[in-house]
């Protein structure tokens, strides 16, 4: 649904983007992560058809966003970063002010205007002028606006920032009911824990090039290393490292347990537990170390700085 080759885009002799290459599928999330100035701003923007790449193509649906920049508007849903709302008019004229931009007739101008302003908490406010929103309001109306016309792209830039949890969820519930609509959804957040849950592929960009771009189970592999495990004791025990399996790295160890890493658990972990059971040891649990996005995030921002952006 969303292709990209070699998307680049350069002002004078800075590139602000530089060979980003995305395929995000019919029904897939992708999360864009980055710095602020990294590029995805501008990534965004291109695949809209707002900016012609400097070098490289985009496609939507199959279409070109340069050649077929209409088409490409119609079938696409952008919530940016500034709203852009018209604070004069009320949240009903709003939403039925771009439901004539998409051309839909009148009768389902308001169906789609009732109905998002309902879902999002906002009928009773239907008829206030957008100015005396608040800023979670703002938000909720802005989403709104990108759902009018049932898009089946959507592109949003920190669809949840400024809200309350309750609305937060709320928002985030909608994206993944979308998600299973056959909706294809680009998300750029500053939010990890919102990313890891809504997500199914995971692209870091950073200064223009995207350093990694894969599901999260992968990315953690290939980021972190094999798996972690922990055991723990309900007293004190001292399990020898020798009496690890090979292939098993001895992480850490305590008087109530220790920690493990392996690449083959289904192998050697049943391996661990026989040893552990031969001698009695006190074992109150074995389990996987959980091992977040953030965890992931921030080694792969610190090589790319380290070695001054991969390549």
């Known amino acids: 649904m969303i292709e990209t080759k070699n998307l680049s885009k350069a002002f004078q002799d800075f590139w602000a983007v530089d060979d980003v290459n995305l395929d995000v ?5 992708l999360a864009l992560l980055g710095q602020n100035g990294a590029g995805k701003t501008t990534t965004i923007r291109m695949l809209t ?6 070098r490289g193509w985009a496609k939507i649906d199959g279409r070109d966003v340069v050649a077929e920049p209409t088409a490409i508007r119609s079938s696409v849903g952008v919530l940016t970063e500034q709203h ?17 931009v998409y051309q839909l007739d009148a009768d389902k101008r308001k169906k789609r205007s009732d109905y998002l302003l309902e879902y999002f908490g906002l009928a ?5 002028r957008i100015g005396e929103y608040s800023k979670g309001m703002r938000q909720k109306l802005a ?8 898009p089946p792209v959507l592109l949003l830039d920190e669809p949840t920032s400024a809200m309350d949890p ?10 993944a009911n979308l998600r299973s609509s056959q909706r294809t959804i680009v998300i750029c957040t500053h939010n990890l824990v919102e990313a890891e849950a809504l997500a199914d592929r995971i692209a870091i960009i950073y200064q223009g090039k995207i350093l990694v771009n894969d599901n999260l189970d992968a990315l953690k592999r290939k980021v972190l290393g094999s798996p972690e495990y922990e055991v723990l004791f309900s007293e004190d025990w001292d399990f020898p490292e020798s009496s690890l399996p090979k292939g098993v790295e001895m992480l850490s160890q305590e008087a109530r347990g220790f920690s493990f890493r392996t690449s083959a658990p289904e192998e050697t972990n049943p391996l661990i537990l026989r040893e552990l059971g031969h001698v009695n040891a006190p074992v109150l649990t074995l389990q996987k170390k959980q091992r977040s996005l953030e965890q992931v995030y921030l080694k792969v921002m610190a090589d790319a700085q380290g070695q001054g952006g991969l390549q």
């Open 166 to 175: 309750e609305s937060a969820r709320l928002v985030r519930d909608e994206i």
């Open 124 to 128: 009773r406010a239907a008829k206030r």
């Open 143 to 150: 989403l709104a606006r990108t759902l009018i016309h049932e």
């Open 25 to 29: 599928e019919a029904g897939q999330i």
């Open 49 to 54: 058809g707002l900016l012609r790449p400097t």
């Open 84 to 100: 852009g709302l018209y604070l004069r008019m009320t949240a009903d004229e709003y939403l039925d002010f771009f439901g004539r």
